[in-house]
């Protein structure tokens, strides 16, 4: 649910910095980012001056669980930044340097320790050559993280500790140079078409060096013709050629060789582990321009060491540094650069110094000790934390201003329930604050510095040193007591708290060391474990403590080696311990007997066994009670990086307490038709909480900094259902929730009404919990507790009542703040909302807004820059550091509004407000696309939402009554009457309306243009294709913003960057014939197939041009489209991107015909190039392609790859509907009518668009049909009818011949989507009239095929069907159960209801105006305005109404032409009216009357 969930992070980081021990470096091709990857998992991008090397850590990607090893280019396109990195488990991931998205994550079974990235000759990108504790090289693609081929040995295969990929000088092909472990050198010549399927690839030749545990190995890139390998006791030099030693040097004494490089042919740089670097000058036999080369080595003439780069007075280091040796180019000189990263977190930088070769031969002739160099620069994070003044924001920073030096934060838990946030800190003791509250107070300036004691704050005093883990079991599971909380310590304790009363209710005293790790046993267990929690401690124990018996039930302690995870046989009573040496322990959790020890294979095999047995019960119960999450989140957990568990709360959204929480409230909605259930079950399941705050700590010796997950989904949900919840029945009628129609009214007034209360119940648990409160609270502690807060709002309120007091009269008994106060108190959903928007506004560009957003919808501004994340999937994330802000220059010229008290600050202070400022209007939308895209899609959904509430708005009430006091001043109103209070109030709703509707277009719309206007060329462009993904999304909010965002980026574009986008496209569009699957042939390598794609475009759109004449705007705008897709599955999600997109380019901008041009030859010229220039003309294949694909979305049956209801099924339906009018000349019309009717038909009581609460996928698809169709109705209402008809027609002789069908009639689309077909049509008589006029008949088949026949009988057309008859053409007479319509052609089609005929009579040569039977329904009179004509007609029958029946002319009469007939409208033309059975009445337009006798 990740990935389609928008979710947005931020940080807090707290005032002490991350560990860094750093153990691998890298620095980009262009200078401008530097990469450490450290011990405990993480990465750091620092940004990195070129000229100064001056950098500042800027973002944190957190992902991996092991130490990262290795880390490598991805790409050499100099617009890709991508990074590969690899961590010592086996994970590999590729990120993104911008913003630090993670694209693709693997975990293979294989180790690498050491990867180049090479680009070889026949590929258009870099290949990685992965080594490893393997004995093969495996060669990856860096962008799908698959394996391409493997090179194997044939001779003495082992691991292989060094290689080299090069291309020798003259040639084609490219060369794998490796040493394995055991020092035998091997060649691979590699040609360029090598796959996996074919044989192994073996190497050419192989030769034995006895050099052992090389580490690395480096061909020299000016001759090719040396060889350095470097070992930890000695390096060598080697001939390439036959592979003989030409020198070799030891180490220096009680250092060892780490690494080394070639720098020219002659020099080389050698590194060690105590951190330095030498540079060596080869002798005369190891250079191979040397006439000496590989002569004897001589004495004199030995490798002479130079130059030592070193740290001054360098601290003793607990592991060896990461260094590395980089090249650049800089204004066509060379540098070198020796990095190094080291365990304290360190980062030195030496520029290798450039000595000619003159001086090193004097030096060495004399032969003096070489030269010292420092490095030119050196930083840390602790270093840039500490530079920062004031420190970045900690979450609990107001506790700590009453202290000198902060307590650290050691753990937290938060409680989404009461929105309350549990923190225990190092000294042992546990906070507990209102969390949005708490951030609010951080992050925003508002009022609440003011006051001294807010927010509210509790502690429990317990623990004697650090608090290390907090547990609430009922989060888990709701079995558990609600008011438990557990902690466990650094002082061998675990405590059972109650949290409402604050008392200390147990103190398990069984471990012997610190409690690292408290988990829930599954819910399969015996009801005595299930009331237990598991807890774990450093003396590698596990102890199952009993809440309810306050004892311990098991402990379980003999194991030697540190638990590394838990897992439950709950059915064998079994509790599965893992140890780090891989050991298994299995004890009987009733009894704590020690069943067995496990090792080896057994071992491993028992651990998956629990897995598979684990996810077997998740699946089992489908309507999952939490067994699912629950066990698999407890066996997932290990114990390794912390970072990476913190996704399991957000992944497994079925949060179990909310769930439980509304169980009774679906079990009321149980007698609800099965649609509506199914709905709320949906709704139970996706909901999900607003807010989720997450300690992030990625060393045990850490801090904790907290991340805020703000899911916007989460938060939309609650604000509609709060919304809902207050809605009477008939509101809700009106959104479609519940049915209108008059029989089952009284059926559903109850459901209705069950509905209202279940969002009330949905409300209503913020009350219950207050009540548990007041019963658990015996010693009034949660009183004063309140009490405090309550203090704060009595000063509010004093203000409140004085103003009241001026404002209210004797006589008004109802007092002004219920009036006043809008419907919404201040629920926690709204505080999060409030927070959300303040951090993510664009505080700045727009004065007017700014204050608007301040004043009238009560926002706050930030006061320091956000610190900002980015969610990829997997849970890997990417996260701003607060420090990128250090070696920011703040520019000169930028406008920098002041804020609105004119004070005077402290310089340090003032530098933060203006940063603040530049970060919230500029900076923050220049960092990159995704957090652009998110954050925008985030604003306008949101701002949307507020919009469609009644007066949302974040003012507290005594500000709403300021507010309406001072419009009551303006309007000179004294708030006397009611009717003056409820305009001021209506008046106040709109300007808060307005006040949200304008913060949505300025995000959507005006942005880029003010953003450009400041700094041209930095903004980053939401994506486009994010928002294509969405363009269905379930929540529909979502939808309607990202399509709005879509539209106008699109716009924004013009027509050339949209022609670009549509080429660049073009070329993923997936080629259907009629029923091949999405992903055509599946291909071993994917990027032939997407050449074949190209090769079947005929138009040549399939090919990106980038073509020279390009204006410069256009340079940013699709970076995304440079590389080839390398895998399936993303050739897959290209495709499907491609079908919306240019679907949505197609119905919105295909016929971009600018009117506006006075000549028509101008116009058709216009026309011709936009066409084109749109590439969707008439002519076009694009067009074809597209509607193509789009109707293989509707039609294809549903399979495993493309389930039946899918958002991209959703999409192409949608799509289908809006651009029907270009996709129209490639369908088959009433092939896409009946497979819309088919999706429509199927959902019973589905409400309408404005209905936002998220529906089940099926009532989703049925909608946007629904939807579709009456688009297309309304863009092509006569191709609608006549294909109708034409079906209707099909159906009708199907009829008639029952015995030739197959299948039963009832079950055809036209039998079921009756109600839907005749919907559609009267909608379309509503809106389209004229167009309807002229095709009456087909419009009467499609109706009487819709009506039912008896109802017709009993009620008459007038009340079955009322729409169709405002026409005067049409006329139904009940006694002779006949049914008359006038055409246009001048026809007479009289249908006989009683024997389902219908016959047609020429009746006028032109259009008939108007017709009607007699009472009596013996006689017709008709009339044709045009013709100048009134006619009676007589129908004959045969003897006793059998034999033919007739219908003649008796009578006909002219009558006096009307006037410029063409001006008036043809529906009100003239009426025709019976006054008795023998006189009929025509009555004009003009008002005048004719009466005409049969």
């Not at 030496?350 to 000619?356: G, I, R, S």
């Not at 429990?460 to 009922?474: E, M, Q």
């Not at 557990?486 to 008392?503: E, M, N, R």
């Not at 197959?1302 to 079921?1312: A, F, G, H, K």
């Amino acid at each position: 649910m990740v990935s389609t969930n928008l979710v947005v992070p931020v940080v807090l980081w707290g005032p002490t910095a991350p560990t860094h021990c750093v153990s691998s470096v890298y620095m980009s091709d262009d200078q401008a980012t530097l990469v450490t990857g450290c011990y405990d998992g993480q990465i750091c991008l620092w940004q990195v001056d070129p000229n100064t090397l001056k950098m500042s850590p800027r973002c944190l990607l957190v992902g991996h669980s092991a130490p990262v090893l290795c880390l490598v280019r991805a790409s050499i396109l100099p617009d890709n930044n991508f990074l590969v990195s690899s961590s010592e488990n086996g994970e590999m991931c590729t990120w993104d340097l911008i913003d630090g998205k993670c694209s693709e994550a693997v975990k293979l079974p294989q180790v690498h320790t050491q990867i180049q990235s090479y680009q070889t000759a026949n590929s258009e990108d870099v290949r990685l050559f992965c080594i490893g504790y393997y004995a093969e090289i495996m060669v990856m693609d860096p962008f799908s993280l698959e394996v391409i081929y493997v090179l194997s040995s044939k001779v003495k295969p082992d691991w292989i500790s060094a290689l080299h990929v090069l291309r020798p000088m003259k040639r084609k092909d490219d060369v794998v140079l490796a040493i394995t472990t055991t020092g035998t050198v091997k060649v691979w010549t590699l040609i360029g078409n090598e796959n996996k399927l074919a044989e192994p690839i073996y190497e050419n030749e192989s030769k034995e060096i006895r050099c052992l545990n090389a580490i690395t190995m480096n061909c020299c890139a000016q001759n090719q013709r040396t060889v350095l390998i470097v070992c930890t006791k000695y390096w060598q030099i080697y001939d390439a050629g036959d592979f003989t030693v030409l020198c070799s040097v030891i180490a220096p004494t009680r250092e060892r060789w780490q690494g080394g490089d070639f720098i020219t042919s002659d020099r080389v740089m050698l590194w060690t582990d105590d951190g330095k670097g030498y540079l060596y000058k080869l002798p005369a036999n190891c250079i191979p321009d040397n006439k000496e080369f590989h002569s004897k080595s001589v004495v004199r003439d030995a490798p002479y060491l130079y130059y030592v780069l070193q740290q001054p007075g360098d601290k003793v280091l607990s592991c060896p540094p990461a260094m590395k040796l980089v090249q650049s180019q800089r204004e066509s000189k060379t540098n070198h650069y020796l990095l190094r990263g080291d365990s304290e977190g360190f980062i030195s930088v030496w520029t290798t110094p450039d000595v000619p070769l003159d001086n090193i031969s004097i030096l060495q002739a004399k032969q003096m000790p070489a030269r010292l160099l420092k490095p030119t620069i050196c930083t840390s994070l602790v270093e840039a934390w500490a530079v920062m003044d004031p420190p970045p924001v900690g979450i609990l920073d107001q506790l700590s201003r009453i202290t000198d030096s902060p307590v650290k934060l050691t753990s937290s838990i938060y409680l989404p329930q009461q929105s309350r946030l549990v923190i225990g800190r190092e000294d042992g003791t546990i906070v507990i604050v209102p969390a949005t509250q708490t951030v609010m107070m951080q992050l925003l300036v508002g009022i609440k510095q003011n006051f001294s004691e807010w927010p509210s704050h509790q502690i429990l005093y317990g623990h004697r040193g650090r608090v290390n883990c907090l547990l609430c079991p009922s989060l888990v599971h709701s079995r558990y007591e609600k008011q438990h909380l557990l902690s466990g310590g650094v002082d061998f304790a675990v405590c059972l708290w109650d949290l409402y009363s604050g008392s200390l209710l147990q103190r398990f005293c069984v471990h012997a060391g610190e409690i690292t790790q408290m988990l829930v046993p599954p819910e399969t267990c015996s009801s005595r474990i299930l009331k237990c929690i598991c807890s774990v401690a450093s003396d590698h124990s596990v102890t199952l403590l009993s809440l309810q018996e306050r004892k311990c039930v098991t402990l379980a302690s003999r194991h030697l080696f540190p638990v590394v995870n838990i897992k439950w046989r709950p059915r064998d009573d079994f509790l599965i311990v893992g140890c780090s040496d891989g050991s298994v322990y299995v004890w009987q959790m009733e009894t704590g007997h020690l069943d067995r020890v496990l090792h080896g294979m057994l071992a491993e095999e028992v651990l998956t066994a629990c897995d598979e047995q684990s996810i077997e019960e998740g699946g089992g119960n489908g309507n999952g009670t939490g067994t699912g999450s629950g066990t698999l989140a407890a066996s997932e957990m290990g114990m390794a990086n912390p970072a990476v568990h913190f996704f399991r709360g957000i992944k497994s959204r079925n949060m179990n307490a909310i769930r439980h929480a509304t169980q009774r409230g679906i079990h009321q909605l149980q007698q609800l038709q099965g649609h509506n259930q199914g709905n709320f079950d949906f709704l139970m399941k996706h909901r999900s909480n607003p807010l989720t705050i997450q300690g992030l700590r990625t060393n045990p010796k850490d801090a904790e900094s907290h991340i805020l997950f703000f899911d916007i989904e989460g938060l939309i949900f609650e604000l509609h259902s709060e919304e809902y919840a207050k809605m009477t029945p008939a509101d809700l009628e009106a959104l479609g929730v519940v049915l209108a129609n008059p029989k089952d009214k009284a059926a559903h007034l109850d459901a209705s009404k069950k509905i209202s209360d279940f969002f009330g119940i949905v409300k209503n648990k913020a009350g219950d919990m207050e009540k548990i409160l007041k019963d658990k609270d015996k010693h009034g502690i949660v009183q004063k507790f309140k009490e405090k807060t309550e203090i704060v709002e009595k000063k509010v309120q004093a203000k409140v009542e004085s103003i009241q007091k001026a404002v209210e009269t004797q006589e008004e008994k109802e007092d002004l703040k219920s009036k006043i106060a809008s419907k919404l108190e201040v629920t926690h959903v709204m505080e999060v909302a409030q927070l959300l928007l303040s951090l993510l506004h664009s505080w700045g560009l727009d004065s007017h807004l700014d204050k608007v957003c301040e004043s009238q919808l009560g926002l706050l501004r930030p006061m320091v820059p956000i610190s900002f994340g980015v969610l990829s999937k997997g849970g890997y994330m990417s996260l701003l550091l607060p420090t990128w802000q250090n070696n920011y220059e703040i520019p000169e010229g930028l406008p920098i509004p002041s804020s609105s008290k004119k004070r005077d600050i402290r310089a340090d202070l003032l530098r933060q407000e203006q940063l603040t400022s530049i970060f919230t209007s500029l900076l923050h939308w220049e960092l990159s696309t995704t957090l652009t895209s998110n954050h925008i899609l985030a604003l306008v959904a949101m701002s949307n939402t507020l919009m469609s509430m009644s007066s949302a708005t974040f003012l507290t009430d005594s500000e709403k009554a300021k507010k309406l006091q001072r419009l009551a001043q303006r309007t000179d109103s004294s708030l006397a009457t009611e009717e003056e209070r409820e305009e001021l109030i209506a008046q106040h709703t709109s300007q808060i309306k307005q006040g949200w509707s304008d913060l949505s277009t300025h995000h959507c719309f005006q942005l880029p243009e003010k953003i450009e206007a400041l700094e041209p060329k930095k903004f980053k462009r939401p994506q486009v294709e994010m928002m294509a993904k969405r363009w269905q999304h379930h929540c529909i909010e979502i939808r309607e913003a990202a399509q709005q965002i879509l539209l106008g980026e699109l716009r924004r574009l013009g027509p050339r960057g949209r022609k670009q986008l549509v080429e660049s496209w073009a070329q993923y569009l997936p080629l259907y014939t009629h029923s091949e699957p999405i992903v055509q042939q599946q291909n071993a390598n994917p990027a032939q197939n997407v050449n074949s794609t190209n090769g079947q475009n005929s138009t040549g759109n399939g090919v990106a041009t980038n073509g020279e004449n390009q204006e410069e705007d256009y340079e940013e705008e699709e970076e995304e489209i440079i590389r080839k897709p390398s895998s399936l599955s993303e050739l897959k999600r290209k495709q499907t991107t491609a079908v919306i997109l240019l679907g949505v380019i197609g119905a919105e901008f295909g016929q971009d015909i600018s009117q506006d041009s006075p000549s028509h030859q101008r116009i058709t010229n216009e026309r011709r190039k936009s066409s084109v220039v749109e590439s969707f003309g008439i002519a076009n294949n694009l067009a074809r392609l597209t509607s193509m694909a789009l109707a293989h979305l509707l039609y294809a049956p549903p399979s495993a790859k493309l389930p039946q209801y899918t958002p991209l099924r959703r999409a192409a339906i949608d799509l289908l509907g809006r651009g029907f009018t270009v996709w129209e000349p490639y369908l088959d019309v009433s092939k896409v009518l009946l497979g819309l009717l088919e999706i429509s038909c199927d959902g019973k009581f589905v409400p309408n668009l404005n209905y936002k609460l998220p529906l089940t996928p099926q009532a989703d698809a049925c909608r946007t049909a629904r939807h579709a169709l009456r688009l297309i109705a309304t863009a092509r209402p006569a191709a609608f009818i006549t294909t109708m008809a034409r079906e209707v027609a099909r159906y009708n002789t199907m009829q008639q011949n029952t015995q030739a069908v197959n299948v039963p009639l009832t079950q055809s689309v036209l039998y079921r989507a009756k109600s839907e077909i005749l919907q559609c049509v009267e909608m379309l008589i509503d809106k389209m009239q004229a167009e309807i006029a002229s095709l009456l008949v087909e419009v009467m088949d499609i109706t009487l095929h819709c009506v039912d026949n008896n109802e017709l009988k009993s009620r008459g057309l007038a009340e079955v069907c009322p729409s169709i008859c405002k026409f005067n053409q049409i006329s139904h007479c009940a006694q002779t159960r006949r049914i008359a319509v006038g055409a246009n052609n001048g026809n007479l089609a009289i249908y006989e209801l009683r024997q389902n005929k219908c016959q047609m009579i020429p009746a006028h040569t032109h259009p008939i105006t108007s017709l009607a039977f007699s009472p009596d329904g013996k006689c017709l009179v008709s009339y044709s305005c045009s013709e100048n004509r009134l006619s009676f007609w007589q129908t004959s029958t045969g003897m006793f109404g059998l034999g033919q029946s007739q219908t003649r002319c008796t009578k006909g009469y002219s009558t006096a032409p009307i006037p410029d007939v063409a001006r008036l409208n043809p529906m009100r033309l003239a009426k025709l009216v019976w006054i008795n059975n023998r006189t009929v009445t025509l009555l004009l337009a003009d008002g005048s009357e004719t009466r005409f006798n049969v």
